[in-house]
C-alpha cells in the first residue's frame, strides 16, 4: 500500500511511496487526504503539505512527518478506542468505543 503524489507535481512518481507499519485494517480516501486504519487503531493521515501547515497539525512524539513532494504525512495519536473513522473533503472523525466523536481538519 501506499500513496503517489500529484501528476502535475514535478517530482511526481512512478510508484508509490510505501506506508509504513503492518497490520492496515481499513482506508478511507476523500479529495484531499488519505486515512489508513492500522490494526492498533492508530490514524496515519496524508495531506498536501500546505494544508498541513495552515491546519496546525502536529506530529506525534517519535513520528516525523515525512514530505514527499508536495504530500506530508502524519499520525494521529490518543485513538486506541476507536471504532469506525469517517470524513469529508476536508476533516477526517475518529467515533470512539464510549460514543465520542474526534475531528482533524477545516473547521468551516
Not at 480516501?29 to 502536529?58: M, R, Y
Not at 512527518?65 to 475518529?94: S, Y
Amino acid at each position: 500500500m501506499g500513496q503517489l503524489p500529484r501528476r502535475n507535481e514535478p517530482n511526481a512518481a512512478l510508484d508509490p511511496n510505501p506506508i509504513r507499519g503492518g497490520g492496515k485494517s481499513e482506508m478511507r480516501s476523500k479529495a484531499n487526504f488519505l486515512v489508513v486504519v492500522a490494526a492498533v487503531l492508530t490514524l496515519v493521515c496524508v495531506l498536501p503539505a500546505l494544508e498541513v501547515q495552515a491546519q496546525g497539525i502536529t506530529v506525534a512524539p517519535g513520528e516525523p512527518a515525512i514530505t514527499v513532494g508536495q504530500t506530508q504525512r502524519f499520525t494521529a495519536t490518543g485513538l486506541d478506542l476507536a471504532v469506525a473513522v469517517e470524513g469529508g473533503a476536508f476533516h477526517l472523525c475518529a467515533r470512539l468505543q464510549d460514543g465520542t466523536v474526534r475531528c482533524w481538519g477545516l473547521n468551516d
